[in-house]
């Protein structure tokens, strides 16, 4: 008699478990690399010099158990890369299987590399169609290291795509505790775990115990509200970064960009977007003949950048990097100048 209440009641414990993980969000993760998945046989002790991408997104996942407490978690390997060497292909990739899923999960986790982050982060923003969450996240430390940031840095990001307060918010990077919206956040340090922020707008949030705390919004459309569609594109338009210094040299730079193909180039300019002389007129020739479209940006990490009025075009306060990732976009719908800048006013 005291065998079947036992097992009544072993069998009543599993039932109610398995009802409440049922009740708990589905969360994808797709693994694409990154210090996150980074190993070192060289000790705890060491965080350079290990190899990113080394760990599966089955490994991530097992080693967080505190995850099947907040979510129904599923995991997908995307590829497993340093994101220094992130490419067209993998975004695409992304941004097709990132549309495919939502339509079945509540919330979306993207494990990546830091060194690049905000490049697929602004990207995704701009061509997921669902308001439902998308998180990007990393990590610093490999995860062999000792405090490696990797494990509570899953969990946060876990946490927030399974969250209904993060619907809508588009795509965010969760990183150290705090909530990043795709469009402003950038890495601004080679080594500590604080390396993101938003120099123009601020962080949006932040994620205490597992809950997010929402202060900011995106202001600029994204998601449901970008008019940018990527699916069924097998390639995006070549835009190129030339970068201006004292006695620049990246007029030879340019002139390559164009005979290997970019249809846009963005310079990382001085102060407000100023451009050297040695590539200035080049430059304002490629634009005027209307051979490639080319954005001024500023290499100062933050600010607006005025029109010059010369038929360059400004990047708003987008960073080199975003604003290429912008032009890509934009020239997947017009070649018009006038169109691309009223993009940039508005994105
Ligand atoms: C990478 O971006 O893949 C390496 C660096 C990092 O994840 O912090």
């Not at 922020?197 to 205490?208: D, R, V, W």
């Not at 210094?245 to 990382?268: Q, R, T």
């Not at 007129?281 to 005027?288: Q, T």
Request: aromatic share 6%; glycine share 8%.
């Amino acid at each position: 008699m005291k065998k079947i209440s036992l097992l009544v009641l072993a069998m009543l414990f599993c039932f109610s478990a398995a009802v409440y993980a049922q009740q708990l969000p589905k969360v994808a993760i797709l693994a694409t690399g990154g210090t996150i998945a980074g190993s070192t046989d060289a000790g705890g002790t060491v965080t350079t010099g290990y190899k990113a991408g080394a760990l599966t997104v089955d490994t991530l996942i097992n080693a967080v158990p505190e995850l099947t407490k907040i979510a129904q978690i599923t995991g997908e390997q995307i590829c497993n890369i340093d994101s220094s060497n992130m490419t067209d292909e993998v975004w695409l990739k992304l941004a097709n299987r990132i549309n495919t899923l939502l339509q079945t999960v509540d919330g979306i986790v993207i494990t990546h590399g830091t060194d690049t982050m905000e490049e697929t982060a602004f990207f995704l923003n701009l061509v997921v169609k669902s308001n439902k969450p998308v998180v990007l996240v990393g990590a610093m430390r490999p995860a062999t290291a000792i405090s490696a940031d990797g494990p509570k840095n899953l969990y946060n990001a876990v946490a927030l795509a399974g969250s209904p307060l993060a619907k809508g918010k588009g795509v965010m990077v969760a990183m150290d505790d705090t909530i990043y919206g795709a469009r402003d956040v950038t890495k601004t340090n080679t080594m500590l775990t604080s390396t993101f922020k938003a120099p123009n707008s601020g962080a949006i949030g932040t994620i205490i115990d597992g809950t997010p705390h929402f202060y900011a919004a995106q202001s600029r459309p994204h998601t449901t509200r970008s008019e940018f569609n990527v699916a069924g594109l097998k390639s995006l338009p070549k835009v190129d970064i030339l970068y201006t210094y004292s006695n620049d040299g990246s007029k030879v730079a340019a002139e390559a960009f164009i005979k290997a193909g970019a249809k846009g180039l963005v310079v990382a300019g001085s102060g407000a977007g100023s451009i050297h002389e040695n590539q200035l007129g080049y430059l304002r020739e490629l634009a005027k003949n209307k051979q490639a479209i080319v954005v001024r940006s500023s290499r100062t990490g933050s600010g607006y950048v005025p029109n010059a009025n010369d038929g360059t075009l400004n990047a708003d306060n987008l960073n080199p990097q975003k604003a290429r990732v912008l032009l890509m976009l934009a020239l997947t719908k017009t070649n018009d100048p006038k169109v691309i800048q009223s993009i940039f006013d508005k994105y």
